[in-house]
């Protein structure tokens, strides 16, 4: 058992070191309730609630992907208006390890992880247009899916409802320095 050793808060501190360093002046995480008391050591302060839900593989083949190489100028500007700020950095280094899907309304990030693979962020027009991306994303793959979600996106979780997903766990969004939008 290697929990308690203070191998993750050691590795976290010195990630925000170099944070400071750069002058990154937001850092965000997602806590676990065992977690947040340590981060808030660190500096950190409770944002927003979170919650992982979770959607079972299917039995079918599983597809490639097909991916976008990046998001066009219209993506970035409806995700700037969604989330309230700049992020097309962000977003193109997200895209290096990520399936892009856009369609007109909205695209969708999706990635492999070690137990089962993610989706998000999505950023769409409408609840329809979110809809139509996801599924056509989840429903091309055998891949078991986590989808976290912000517990007061209430198109969202219904979403998840209908799409199959269950509620896994739920987590608190910190967030460390200066408040950001999303």
């Given at each position: ?84 700020a700049e992020r097309s950095r962000l977003l193109h280094e997200l895209g290096k390890r990520s399936a892009i899907s856009s369609r007109t309304g909205g ?39 986590f989808w976290d979600v912000i517990s007061q996106n209430r198109d969202a979780i219904s979403l998840a409802q209908e799409l199959g997903f269950k509620p ?15």
């Open positions: 058992e290697w929990r308690g050793r203070g191998f993750a808060r050691n590795l976290l501190a010195t990630a925000l070191a170099r944070a400071d360093q750069l002058g990154i002046a937001t850092v965000k995480l997602d806590a676990t309730e065992q977690g947040q008391p340590v981060y808030e050591k660190m500096g950190f302060r409770g944002e927003q609630p979170v919650e992982r839900w979770f959607r079972e593989g299917s039995s079918q083949t599983a597809e490639q992907a097909t991916s976008e190489k990046s998001l066009s100028h219209a993506s970035l500007c409806l995700d700037s208006q969604a989330f309230g695209y969708l990030f999706s990635r492999p992880g070690r137990v089962s693979d993610y989706i998000g962020p999505c950023v769409a027009k409408n609840r329809e247009a979110a809809q139509r991306l996801i599924e056509a994303r989840i429903n091309n793959s055998s891949a078991s899916w896994q766990r739920h987590l608190l969004r910190m967030v460390r320095g200066k408040e950001l939008p999303g």
